[in-house]
């Protein structure tokens, strides 16, 4: 049968580095098709050839056997070629409902019928997202949800999902594999990239493993394990290490108390919640989407603002505080790691050294008046060797990077800020398996070195294999706290659901 999609000897260059080289790859009419890899592997690159995002510098691809070149993603969407990218693209001024219809839009509209439309298939997917709401409005798992309706709304023959789960809960996550069941039935092929091998060997028929911009691995999926893959993506392997569960032996001591968090609440999202956060620490939160614990933590930032009557008290280090706006808590010493890097994390069209030498100056680190280029270098250089930030070098505008550099840009800004607690909220989202090793070890580290660490987790072998404390929201409170010898995954779990 000739494939649906067949790649030959496909290369990417950015500025005469190559980001893909010579990869073959095959997708057939209705299979999934995972593509793993570590970040910067090339697994987006390859697929946004497929999907006219970029094209390549060397190569073939073919569609149903004969040669094509798409030069947009409007070329590649009317040949039947889709992609749900991992940063979404919505236009956040619209609502739900208009960005699902955009482009499709007839003559003469009428708002209350769009509306209902998108209710109506918005709810036949089993995605609760209000079609009224504009897109600004949304969390980073509603508007995943938003785009992957999108794609499927086109009844196109091939989807490309990037990392479409990193945002969903457990449940949202067991209604999306079964949508993609459900279009798999229907004939769509799917390719799906994602840094959770679990789900790859769950749902894929065959499964590609690429390895810095060359193809290492490409089979059944039944021919391959956990640690096989493992293997393939790094070159070693992780298994007995990556979420080994955090044991009580040679556990951290108690610290001061650095932070207080007394009955604070925040319209009906945070609701009297209560905790503390000590030095030399790792705080791990844990809750499903909707629990309040991003909130919380952007309160205590200064990124959002508790009620003004009624909303509690927060206390760093004895003294009560309320900030504005975040560069108040910096200058204090309390820096929040947000979980959507691509809006709130960096400024995508600066270089490495300028995020850096941004995020110094918001902690007001750098009081002469004129900007020295060499010291700019000099602390790029320092942190990205630190935190292992693939890039051509420091002068790689951040757009340029792979989802997981990215993310190791925003956590290296936050951290040149020099804080005394540091807040991460879902730090390895979009994270290779290698790469989240990494992580978790500096996030180890720095607790060693007597920071206060707090890590708020939706993965909980994440939040078991990290925390020395485990506090559960739910419901805009933080309801039970577990030591890591009592903490299971089932006993956590009833605590965030019941």
Known sequence: ?????????????YRGVPAVTNVDFVLRRGEIHAVLGENGAGKSTLTKMMCGVTQPTGGQMLLEGEPVLFRTPAEALEKGVAMVFQETSLVPSMTVAQNLYLGDEKLFNRIRGLNIAAQTFLQSMNFNVNPTATV??????????????????????VIIFDEPTAALTPEEKHHFFALI?????????????????????????????????????????????????????????????????????????????????????????VKN??????????????????????????????????????????????ASVRYRVPRQAVRDGIVYVTEDRKVEGFFETMTIAENLHMGALAAGLNKTVVVSMAEMRELAETWTKRLNVKA??????????????????????????????????????????????????????????????VVISSYLPEILNLSDRILVCRSGRVVEEFSPEEATEDKVMFAAVH
């Open 1 to 13: 049968m000739t494939p649906l999609i067949e790649m030959r000897q496909v290369t990417k260059e």
């Open 136 to 157: 600004s409005s949304l969390g980073a798992a509603h508007k995943q949800m938003v785009e992957i309706a999108r794609a499927v709304r086109k009844n196109v023959r």
């Open 181 to 269: 069941g459900r279009l798999k039935q229907q004939g769509v092929s799917i390719i799906f990239i994602s840094h959770n091998l679990e789900e790859a060997l769950q749902i894929a028929d065959r499964i590609t493993v690429l390895r810095d911009g060359e193809l290492v691995a490409s089979d059944q999926t039944s021919r391959f394990d956990r640690d096989k893959i493992v293997r393939a993506m790094v070159g070693r392997s992780l298994s007995n290490s990556l979420y080994r569960k955090h044991s009580g032996e040679g556990a951290r001591a108690v610290g001061d108390r650095v932070l207080s968090v007394q009955n604070v609440s925040m319209g009906n999202i």
């Open 273 to 318: 919640t209560s905790f503390s956060v000590y030095a030399g620490q790792v705080t791990g939160m844990f809750g499903l989407i909707g629990s309040g614990r991003t909130e919380v933590a952007k309160i205590v930032a200064g990124v959002a603002k508790r009620n003004f009557f009624n909303g509690g008290e927060i206390k760093l280090n004895n």
């Open 392 to 453: 051509i070098n420091s002068n790689a505008r951040v757009i340029e990077l792979s989802g997981g550099n990215q993310q190791k840009v925003v956590i290296a800004k936050s951290l040149a800020q020099e804080p005394k607690i540091i807040i991460f909220d879902e730090p390895t989202r979009g994270v290779d398996v290698g790469a989240i090793a990494e992580i978790h070890q500096f996030i180890n580290e720095l607790a060693d070195r007597g920071l206060a660490v």
